[in-house]
């Protein structure tokens, strides 16, 4: 068999799953070059085999194709049937001096004159290993971090140290010293990688003046600079895009010198077509790595002078195909940008060019798979866009559409997730569609399958933290389903898996604000299920955590329409948080914060329905606080302008009967408060309104009782009116 693996982690699931994974991070990260992802490949099974036993041949496999094994010992292991049974096949197949061990709980120590570990009825160890090593094996004593095993902590680096060295085949110290080395070369690359871009530049131009007498040599040397320059350009721009907390300052600097060397090497062969594909590529991941940055401005500018200069390319030569989808990558980051300014109508119209030189690469190629993967992509962020424009029958259309694609390319997939990993991520999306739109058992459905196709894939690669990171996301699609549905338990409970998934993700890289955003916006839902729990105390800590956070990254990104978005959200619900505990004055001041946060918002995008309706949720519920505390004209004020913008997005999607709940709450407030006020023409009209939606609503969903009985409710209010004398003053 040949060897894949250079470990295998043994250890019992049922307690030890934390340790073990901390350990093969560490593990995997010890001795890892910059260039690469990992510098050792560990396996580690996270499937229990008594609930899948089937599995057995695959474990085998992998056992066969790994160099070292690793035992975590405990009582637990000791007593597992296949731990054991590991530990067997090892013994048969391999050399005992590849097994390392690791004591993560009970008493184990070596009898040197027995030459072999004490044994006890309480020692922590298979009797498979009873009398197997010549010499005292490498073992660790892990028995202080089974509880919190941190791959970050000093100490526990250092004991993973004692196993990636033995790997390694290097002293301890001096891998640890490699890896300090490594850490410094992660923060100085980019700005040495820029100085060698400077030097190779220099070069080539040097190389284009001696031409004339060594052309042969220069055009190697030429070409050998551009390759370089090529491969360094993507390590910068791309790595920059995971630094920790890089200043915007720095990143200018770096991009700059590395634009500046290109253009530089550009300038001795303006017309060469390999230059030209370089330079768009740089700007093209300049561009994302600002938009990563929240540098929308700089992110716009090398965006569109991508655009320019692959635009110049296709019509210089219109058959070329791979100048036709560079043009059509870089529309696609143009929207990008577009989107998150808030522009949505420029956003669109890039996507959309983009999809058609897409569509007719697919059509006359239909044997590559990637340009069947473009169509889906662009599909995708159409269908973004159209959700957030009210258009839910037209979005889930094109989420359909492009699933059909990822479906049909992850039937070719060897077992890599080349094509599959895609299909979870569309599946969220049309989960997300068919919940709001009241299809709760087609949503679920949706959910259940991203996330077990998600386990999956962050199984086979745990050491990818975009794969981790779209289980945490399935997760929360899943609790938002359950909390809509009433199930506040199972909410807080797919809420608290998530929560920690993004925490440990967020300890990696405290200055990923991605990550801190995603803990921000789980622990705000986890107030949420706590609050429909009863644990009002717990629900408030959570909301002012996610607050904290939220604030603190838009500090530095002020005009991030998501994060605006994400401290609307979360203000809104500290309110509720406030109002639950009786601090009424605390809860008006969130409210009102919301409502500024929101008219700021939609003002960057008044086309963008979402952040419309999330004015006139905030104006309905300042609303219902001025009516509870004798305000009655103030209510009636805000009530009216949040009617009128429920009205604007249910006419803009007449056949999403989700949009009309909205309405039907405002106008019994409405009613309310002009029948209070002796209006009664005024409250019959719009309990009427009311009544009639609340009869759409049972039509459409007769396994709603809540319809049944608003219809009933909102009948008795105007025969209430009916039957009062004329003259009826105030109520």
Known sequence: ?????????????????????????????????????????????????????????????????????????????????????????????????????????????????????????????????????????????????????????????????????????????????????????????????????????????????????????????????????????????????????????????????????????????????????????????????????????????????????????????????????????????????????????????????????????????????????????????????????????????VYEESLAIRRRLAQDDTGAFEWGRHVPVTLGKICDLKRDTGDAKSALEACDEALALDRRIAASDESNTEWRRAVALSLERIGHLKLQSDDAQGALQAFEESLEMRRRLARIDPGNTTWQRDVAAMSSLVGQAKQALGDNDAALAAQEEALQITRRLAERDPNNSILLEDIAITLDRLGYAKITLGDVSGAREAWDARVKVARSLSSLDPGNLVWQRGVALALNTMGTLQQAGGDKAGALAVYKESLEIFRKIAAADPNNIMRQPDINVVLQKIGAIKLGAGDRDGARAAYQEALEIARKMAKALPEKDVWREDIATTRGKIDEIERMPDDTAER
């Open 1 to 397: 068999m040949p060897v894949v693996y250079d470990a295998f982690i043994s250890y019992s699931h049922a307690k030890d799953k934390p340790i073990a994974a901390a350990l093969q991070a560490v593990i995997q990260k010890l001795g890892k070059p910059w260039y690469r992802r990992r510098g050792l490949r560990v396996f580690r099974d996270d499937t229990s085999l008594s609930a899948t036993p089937h599995l057995w041949p695959s474990i085998e496999q992998a056992l066969s194709q790994s160099r070292y094994l690793i035992l975590l010992t405990s009582p637990e292991a000791a007593a597992s049937p296949w731990v054991g049974k590991e530990i067997e096949y090892w013994l048969k197949n391999k050399s005992p001096d590849t097994l390392f061990i690791g004591c993560t709980d009970g008493d184990l120590s070596w009898d040197n004159a027995a030459g072999d570990f004490k044994w006890t009825g309480d020692t922590p160890l298979t009797e498979a290993l009873r009398g197997k090593f010549a010499a005292e094996p490498k073992w660790v004593d892990l028995r202080a971090f089974r509880d919190g095993a941190d791959p970050r902590n000093a100490r526990f680096i250092e004991l993973g140290a004692d196993f990636a060295a033995a790997i390694h085949g290097l002293p301890k110290e001096d891998l640890l010293s490699q890896e300090v080395r490594q850490q410094r070369r992660a923060l100085t690359l980019a700005v040495s990688a820029a100085v060698l871009l400077f030097v190779l530049a220099i070069g080539a131009v040097t190389a284009g003046i001696v031409a004339r007498y060594q052309q042969e040599r220069a055009e190697r040397n030429f070409a050998a600079a551009k390759d370089t320059v090529n491969g360094l350009i993507f390590q910068i721009a791309q790595g920059l895009r995971d630094v920790e907390g890089i200043r915007v300052e720095s990143l200018d600097k770096i991009l700059g010198q590395a634009r500046s060397t290109v253009e530089r090497l550009t300038e001795t062969d303006p017309d060469n077509p390999e230059l030209v594909r370089s330079k768009i590529a740089m700007l093209d991941e300049f561009a994302q790595t600002y938009l990563a940055a929240g540098n929308l401005e700089a992110a716009q500018k090398n965006a569109e002078a991508a655009l320019a200069i692959a635009r110049r390319a296709v019509s210089e030569d219109p058959s070329d195909k791979h100048a036709k989808r560079r043009l059509s990558v870089v529309l696609v980051h143009v929207g990008d940008v577009k989107r998150d300014m808030g522009n949505s109508a420029a956003a669109l119209e890039a996507y959309q060019e983009s999809l058609d030189i897409r569509e007719a690469l697919a059509e006359g190629n239909p044997d590559t798979p990637q340009f069947q993967l473009d169509v889906g992509v662009n599909l995708e962020r159409i269908g973004d866009l159209k959700t957030q424009a009210g258009d839910t029958k037209g979005a889930l259309g």
